[in-house]
């Protein structure tokens, strides 16, 4: 434990970054030809939370206070319920609170310099390199065992776990180039074929995030006018294809025909939450719940971000869940153009959902985070160079 403590946030962040990804790979491998669940992710996952919060309760105990109010929602909110602590929901909220925890534990990097993300950085690279090659090949030959869906439905997410999180794996990566390398990013091969990829995932959301990422990076270019809205025109006519190609499949005709284009964009979320929500709140909650939320059935989640968070925490405990993720991952400065681009990859959970609920996802915020962290440090090297000069 001693060695944990004297280790820097940098240096554990890559440890943690390193074991996700390696175990998320091998799960995808092991669940594809045993059927089964790898054990060991829940474990890493679960070794990982209690580090943290044993770093936590030594070094700076009083943050844990409000996440404790956290539990304090969820404890009450099972107590009043028929079905009480089912073992899923305990599972479904322990997903939440690893998220929140991550993310306050990795709030400061203290002692941060480029030397220490350098290594974050060529692994993260490095994994993109295989992993976009592998749904490339996958693409190519047909393989299943890299398939993103079971059944008819088209797209290869390669070595990562669930559709879900190849789409923010996917979105977070294109930011990636369009922050780190704002300039030169198009000049990279590894850009292209990761876009490549992510197109080959074959998820409405990535279409979207990718479509709007694009026009935001577009309009921010500083090129002439014209050249500025023949690109931006391009890019939503190719946007504009690609989503008719999609909802021109027989899987996504079927549904319009049947259901309507509201259950074929939102994959029947829609219908989930009329269907399966509303009748569990109205056969369940008290009064009571409203403030502080209870499931018991996390199958009657719509998958819509915020009304899950609703139902876990209720109207009080998701405005603090809220509050404690803005409040510790937005502690940097942000241009224009990244303001913008973070706008959109929050507003793809309201449609896809998953996101506080996904493990994986927040490893992927603090990679961002300290992608522009990093322009922090490359600044602040810069002018203290230049004060150092002589005049």
């Not at 009043?80 to 306050?104: K, N």
């Not at 989640?301 to 876990?312: A, G, K, N, T, V």
């Not at 959109?344 to 962290?373: E, Q, R, W």
């Amino acid at each position: 434990m001693k060695r944990l403590l004297k280790l820097s946030k940098a240096s554990l962040f890559f440890y943690f970054l390193l074991i996700f990804i390696s175990v998320e790979a091998f799960n995808k491998i092991y669940y594809f030809y045993v059927n089964g669940d790898f054990i060991v992710q829940k474990a890493v996952k679960l070794l990982a939370l209690g580090l943290m919060l044993g770093i936590f309760l030594i070094k700076n105990p009083r943050k844990l206070l409000l996440p404790v109010l956290l539990i304090a929602c969820f404890v009450l909110g099972q107590f009043f319920l028929p079905d009480a602590f089912v073992f899923s929901s305990v599972i479904g909220f322990s997903r939440y609170f690893f998220f929140l925890i991550m993310i306050m534990f990795f709030a400061d990097f203290q002692q941060l310099n480029l030397r220490n993300l350098n290594p974050i950085f060529k692994f993260w690279e490095l994994f993109l390199w295989v992993n976009n090659l592998v749904i490339l090949l996958a693409v190519i030959f047909n393989l299943s065992l890299f398939k993103a869906y079971l059944g008819g439905r088209w797209g290869y997410n390669g070595l990562l776990m669930v559709s879900s999180n190849s789409t923010y794996f996917y979105l977070v990566a294109f930011l990636y180039f369009l922050i780190r390398f704002p300039k030169t990013y198009f000049k990279r091969v590894l850009f292209w074929l990761t876009l490549i990829a992510a197109l080959c995932t074959g998820t409405k959301s990535i279409y979207l995030g990718i479509l709007l990422f694009s026009l935001v990076a577009l309009l921010s270019l500083q090129v002439p006018k014209k050249i500025k809205w023949s690109l931006t025109l391009g890019v939503i006519f190719l946007g504009i294809a690609s989503m008719f190609l999609l909802f021109s499949s027989e899987l996504f005709t079927g549904i319009i025909q049947e259901d309507g284009w509201l259950s074929a964009v939102l994959s029947y979320r829609n219908e989930l939450l009329m269907k399966d929500t509303l009748p569990y709140i109205q056969e369940n909650w008290r009064t009571l719940h409203y403030f502080i939320g209870g499931l018991s059935q996390p199958l009657a989640r719509p998958q819509l971000e915020l009304i899950d968070l609703f139902l876990y925490f209720g109207a009080f405990g998701m405005l603090l869940y809220l509050y404690l993720f803005f409040k510790n991952y937005f502690n940097f400065s942000l241009k224009a153009r990244e303001i913008a681009f973070y706008v959109v990859l929050l507003t793809v959970p309201l449609i896809t959902g998953n996101f506080f609920y996904n493990a994986s996802v927040p490893i992927y915020l603090i990679l961002l985070k300290l992608v522009i962290k990093e322009r922090e440090l490359t600044s602040h090297t810069i002018r203290s160079n230049q004060k150092l000069k002589p005049v």
